[in-house]
Structures are given as structure tokens and as C-alpha cells.
């Protein structure tokens, strides 16, 4: 298997521009998860899905994020309309849902620079 | 927010040593993981421990869970540079299936 795969690897947007990340989860993973990273806040968890289901959206920081998961080998995150401050690494991960006691696959991350 | 606190934010040792890393958290749990991540990676699972665990081990690596003071360990035995990468705990609180990540422990091994 070749892993969680997010694409691009680097986004540099300007401003005000609407910007879609996307990944692709180890097959036969039933959970996916994004989370976001910078230096002054870390890791925090944006949303996650179940069974192409979104369980919990509470980490979306405001209504210009959305994201989906058509079918099960796919997921899209999108910015509208980006700002500075959404610059950070975006990491997708994947896991066994089924089985509780399971650790999850990430994905090397998209770098997305707002400028 | 984060529920996992490192301890120490950066450790430096020499290759050979032993590294030592601490991790607390806030709610009950069913289990605690530890990841690895180097410089411009994506985050690697090393080792899960269930709540009902005391201690586990995976080749070098030595975890320990004390749920009483909600606290786990991680001692990285005989290290290497290659080592060298911040190392994170995360907790999959009860009821919750996703995982709150600690602020992480960058480790800097010297050869």
C-alpha cells in the first residue's frame, strides 16, 4: 500500500483565493481524519469522518472551511476564501474504525502558504 | 485544544544515551499512543497502550501508563542519531474516536 497521499505537497495562494486540499486513504480504512499543524497552536484535530460520514466538525475554525468525503478513497478540504492565517501544514490520516485500540496513518501533509 | 502536555518541550543527548519523555493528560481513556515526526513529515505511529496496560514495549522503545495520575512515559533505550525527530502522545479519550495530540518533545541526538 502507498499510504495516506495528500496532494500538492505545497500550495502558496493569495489571499482571497479558494484553495482545495486533497487525500486519499490507506484502502480499507473506514476513518479519516484532518488536522492542521502550526507552531503557536500544534496539532489540531479540523473534522473527521466515519464510513464517508462526518462525525465531528467542531475543529472547523469557521464557516470558509468545508470538507467532504464522496466515497471512500477520497476527501477534500477547501478554503474559502483563504487567509494568512490559515497558512499551516494540513495532514490527512486514516484508521480501522472498527478497531478502538488502533493507531492512525498520516499522510506527509500539504504546506499551504498564504500570502 | 490540546489534552496531552510534553515534558520536556526539547531534550539533547548523546548517541548511546537513553531518552526519557513525559506526557500528561486531562480525561479518562481508552488508550495512549506516541508518534514520531521528522522534519517535514507526516506524523509515524510507534506504540499504543491500552488504558488497561502498565507498561509496553517495542524494540527500543519502553512505554509506560499510570492512569491514577493520568501520565505515560516514553524511554527511547540506547539511542541513535537517527532518532533525532519531536515525538508527540496522543489520546483517544473515552467515548471520542479521534485523537488529541500533546504539544510534542523535540529530541535532538548528537553522534
Known amino acids: 500500500d502507498a499510504g495516506v497521499i495528500q496532494s500538492p505537497r505545497h500550495e502558496v495562494t493569495e489571499m482571497g483565493q479558494e484553495v482545495t486540499l486533497r487525500c486519499k486513504p490507506i484502502?480499507?480504512?473506514?476513518?479519516l481524519f484532518w488536522y492542521r499543524q502550526t507552531m503557536m497552536r500544534g496539532l489540531e484535530l479540523l473534522i473527521y469522518?466515519?464510513?464517508?460520514?462526518?462525525?465531528?466538525d467542531s475543529g472547523m475554525p469557521e464557516d470558509r472551511f468545508s470538507a467532504k468525503m464522496p466515497n471512500a478513497s477520497f476527501s477534500t478540504l477547501k478554503i474559502q476564501p483563504s487567509e494568512p492565517r490559515d497558512s499551516a501544514v494540513y495532514f490527512c490520516?486514516?484508521?480501522?474504525?472498527?478497531?478502538?485500540?488502533?493507531?492512525?496513518?498520516f499522510g506527509s501533509g500539504t504546506r499551504l502558504t498564504v500570502v | 485544544s490540546q489534552q496531552g502536555e510534553e515534558d520536556p518541550q526539547a531534550l539533547s543527548i548523546q548517541e548511546g544515551e537513553n531518552a526519557t519523555m513525559n506526557c500528561s493528560y486531562k480525561?479518562?481513556?481508552?488508550?495512549l499512543q506516541w508518534y514520531r515526526q521528522n522534519s517535514g513529515r507526516g506524523l509515524v505511529h510507534l506504540i499504543l497502550i491500552r488504558s488497561n496496560e502498565r507498561e509496553k514495549h517495542s524494540g527500543r522503545l519502553r512505554v509506560t501508563l499510570d492512569t491514577s495520575k493520568k501520565s505515560s512515559s516514553l524511554l527511547i533505550t540506547a539511542s541513535r542519531a537517527a532518532d533525532t525527530a519531536s515525538y508527540f502522545c496522543?489520546?483517544?479519550?473515552?467515548?471520542?474516536?479521534?485523537?488529541?495530540f500533546g504539544s510534542g518533545t523535540r529530541l535532538q541526538v548528537q553522534p
Open positions: 480525561t479518562s481513556i481508552n488508550n
Open positions: 469522518f466515519n464510513n464517508n460520514v462526518p462525525i465531528d
Open positions: 490520516a486514516s484508521s480501522d474504525w472498527g478497531q478502538v485500540n488502533s493507531g492512525y496513518t
Open positions: 484502502s480499507g480504512h473506514n476513518s
Open positions: 496522543a489520546t483517544a479519550s473515552t467515548g471520542r474516536r479521534a485523537l488529541t
